[in-house]
């Protein structure tokens, strides 16, 4: 397959890290030879093979519907960056 | 203190030999002379291991202590535990004190034992050589040019230079395993499910799992009766009885049969490693045990499906590291979505950005069923090759590195080498299976060589118990390089 510049580019953007033109150039670089690696996968015939997400059959827990856990606000607001009467503060988004 | 096993150990705090207090000391002191040699610790607080060693000794003098009560051990940065600076080895964090324990780390509280510091890693788990850690790369102790391996290479080196008695890893894709066959230590990697991830920053959940990291497999097994047990709180989490791994250390091995994958003794290992590997399975054969080959024809993809898998998780576990809630915050930006783009490229390091990239990629548009879901399915021929391997042997046995511990700055320029050093130990990760690493000889250089057991679900018990008849009869993983 063929990286192309612009595909680093909006996967960055996707993934919501800034990237320079340089870095997008080394980095363009270094996914494509991974990505050679990777297409080895299509070597071998998967179409009759159910995809495995976990090794275990096992299904999703319920729980009853309770209040588990207590108030740390304060103890889990203490390590924001910045936090004002209760509230996490990041840049105004609504004019 | 310096070599004692942590039985031994055990035995000196219950008959009132020898204090927590004096162990801690003992260890801190080590780590305070020595840690500037190896950098296997990215932070100690003495204040806080000793006011743990003293609960501990108050523990044993009203007669409850349990196995590991006042036994200091290392933590992997990877695992919360409150009030302790909790990085990752990544400069997202580097400001993170963590407001709760993780499962591992809440076992080990209540089993007493004492937690002598955070131990170095490749940011968030990602690498084999602990060169892409922000706090700056481990050595090997047995030759301070070469990698510890990665991403538990603080906590190898670790045990391994005697700076802690034992230590926890991860393993994902061979974080455990690889480290301690480069440090010449002992690993483990139990099955999927069966330790707690609650707490353990995340990386690829389906395939993280914790285990310990000793001198021997019978510590192994001490460690592991802690580690093991339910958690509401990981939704994977395995609801089983509890075992005792310690209980079949001393069965004999007559009749036990191992198999040798021929995928993995056809090409890629080195000599070096191979001799060490043919005197391990003659001791095997010794000591009663019969090898036969057995096949793996999909085992070789293992590494391209891990590295669309593996990525492709973290890129959404790494999604929640966004300047908001904790960690880095970039100084400036120009508003919301520009402060999540300068807060994780700052915060980030190459290989962490580039696994969130190759996963975004392999999850956007027109591309999940090409990548990620054929993965999926590779990774269950993998699983169904090991089930039917097992029709044939008990445990399977092979190199758990192709070469000894490489340079340091050797592989660092070039992903695909490096991602190639987890060649033998992803398939355990990707099928789930319990696997482990003990040392068996040296190599080139005189750098350790590691022999791998892989077992089926659960086995865990019969892993420890083969890799400790092994031990009794050789003194490998009794050489220290210290």
């Not at chain 2, 915060?347 to 962490?352: L, N, R, T």
Request: net charge negative; proline share 4%; hydrophobic share 40%.
């Amino acid at each position: 397959m063929n990286l192309s510049l612009n595909d680093v580019k909006r996967v960055a953007d996707l993934a919501y890290i800034e990237i320079d033109e340089n870095q997008a150039e080394a980095t363009l670089a270094q996914l494509s030879s991974i990505f050679n690696m990777i297409e080895t996968m299509q070597s071998v015939d998967t179409s009759a093979i159910e995809p495995m997400s976990h090794s275990q059959s096992v299904s999703q827990r319920l729980r009853e519907d309770i209040v588990t856990e207590s108030d740390q606000c304060v103890l889990f607001q203490s390590i924001a960056p910045q936090v004002q009467e209760g509230l996490y503060l990041v840049p105004q988004v609504i004019e | 203190m310096l070599n004692a096993s942590l039985k031994e150990l055990s035995k000196q705090l219950a008959e009132k030999k020898l204090s927590s207090v004096e162990l801690t000391s003992f260890f801190l002191q080590r780590i305070k002379t020595l840690n500037a040699d190896y950098n296997a610790f990215i932070t100690t607080n003495e204040e806080m291991s000793l006011a743990q060693a003293v609960a501990a000794d108050k523990m044993l003098a009203e007669g409850e202590g349990g196995a590991l009560t006042g036994i200091p051990i290392a933590q992997k940065d990877i695992f919360c535990a409150k009030g302790w600076l909790t990085t990752c080895g990544s400069k997202m964090l580097s400001n993170f004190i963590s407001p709760y324990d993780a499962g591992v780390i809440e076992r080990f509280n209540i089993a007493g034992a004492v937690n002598i510091g955070k131990t170095n890693m490749d940011e968030f788990a990602m690498g084999s050589s602990n060169e892409t850690s922000y706090y700056g790369i481990v050595k090997n102790p047995w030759d301070t040019k070469a990698v510890p391996g990665g991403s538990s290479g603080g906590a190898a080196c670790a045990v391994a230079a005697r700076l802690a008695p034992a230590a926890t890893g991860t393993d994902t894709g061979g974080s455990i395993r690889q480290p301690a066959a480069l440090c010449g230590i002992s690993g483990i990697k139990p099955t999927y499910g069966l330790v707690s991830r609650y707490g353990m920053i995340a990386f690829a959940s389906s395939l993280d799992q914790a285990g310990p990291m000793a001198k021997s497999a019978e510590d192994l097994a001490l460690l592991l009766n802690v580690m093991v047990g339910f958690d509401a709180r990981d939704s994977t989490s395995l609801q089983r009885a509890q075992e005792d791994y310690a209980s079949s250390l001393e069965k004999p091995l007559s009749g036990l049969r191992i198999g040798l994958p021929k995928e993995y003794f056809a090409k890629g290992m080195s000599q070096d490693v191979e001799n060490a590997i043919d005197k391990a399975l003659a001791e095997y054969r010794k000591l009663g045990a019969e090898t036969v080959e057995v096949a793996l024809p999909n085992a070789p993809l293992s590494i391209p499906v891990y590295y669309v898998l593996a990525p492709a998780e973290a890129s959404s576990n790494l999604s929640r590291f966004d300047g908001v809630r904790y960690g880095h915050r970039a100084e400036s930006y120009s508003g919301l979505t520009d402060m999540y783009r300068k807060s994780r490229a700052e915060g980030f390091g190459p290989e962490v950005k580039r696994r969130i990239l190759i996963g975004t990629y392999v999850l956007s548009h027109g591309y999940y069923d090409a990548y990620y879901i054929k993965a999926q399915k590779l990774r269950r021929l993998i699983a169904q090759d090991f089930a039917e391997a097992y029709q044939q042997c008990d445990v399977i046995m092979g190199p758990t590195t192709p070469t000894v511990a490489f340079n340091l700055g050797e592989k660092s320029a070039d992903p695909i080498q490096m991602y190639l050093s987890d060649i033998y130990t992803s398939a355990a990760n990707l099928t789930g299976m319990p696997a482990m690493s003990i040392p068996i000889g040296f190599g080139e250089k005189n750098r350790p060589v590691g022999l791998h057991i892989i077992g089926n679900y659960f086995k865990e018990a019969q892993l420890l118990n083969v890799a400790h008849q092994y031990q009794r009869v050789t003194d490998w993983h009794l050489k220290s390089p210290v």
